[in-house]
């Protein structure tokens, strides 16, 4: 069993600022990635989720060309946790904020997909 804990959303004005936190805990043996994923209001299929932003055992980050240089994805290996800074916020980055992790539970296993709760962000004044 593996939880994902968000927690940093809430209402800001544009032009604001938000970290959002994410802690992962449970059965892992390895992590090779975790990232953020947002969906829009209106949209409510799981596929609809777009890649906001992600970084990589090696240390790589991948960002949406949406967020670059206002957005950036930072970890903490040692607490498992996962952090997307958010600054300059505009109201299209309104959506609920999804973090995911691709992990191994077990060495014996292949990765898999895990998503925490969501979180929701609102950039309004």
């Known amino acids: 069993q593996v939880q994902l804990v968000e927690s940093g959303g809430g209402l800001v004005q544009p032009g604001g600022s938000l970290r959002l936190s994410c802690a992962a805990s449970?059965?892992?043996?390895?992590?090779?990635?975790m990232g953020w994923y947002r969906q829009a209001p209106g949209k409510e299929r799981e596929l609809e989720r777009e890649l906001v932003a992600t970084i990589r055992n090696i240390g790589s980050r991948n960002y949406a060309e949406s967020v670059k240089g206002r957005f950036t994805i930072s970890r903490d290996y040692a607490k498992n946790t996962v952090y997307l800074q958010m600054n300059s916020l505009k109201p299209e980055d309104t959506a609920v904020y999804y973090c995911q992790m691709n992990f191994r539970p077990d060495w014996t296993e292949i990765p898999r997909n895990a998503w925490g709760q969501g979180t929701l962000v609102t950039v309004s004044s």
């Open positions: 449970g059965s892992i043996f390895s992590i090779n990635a």
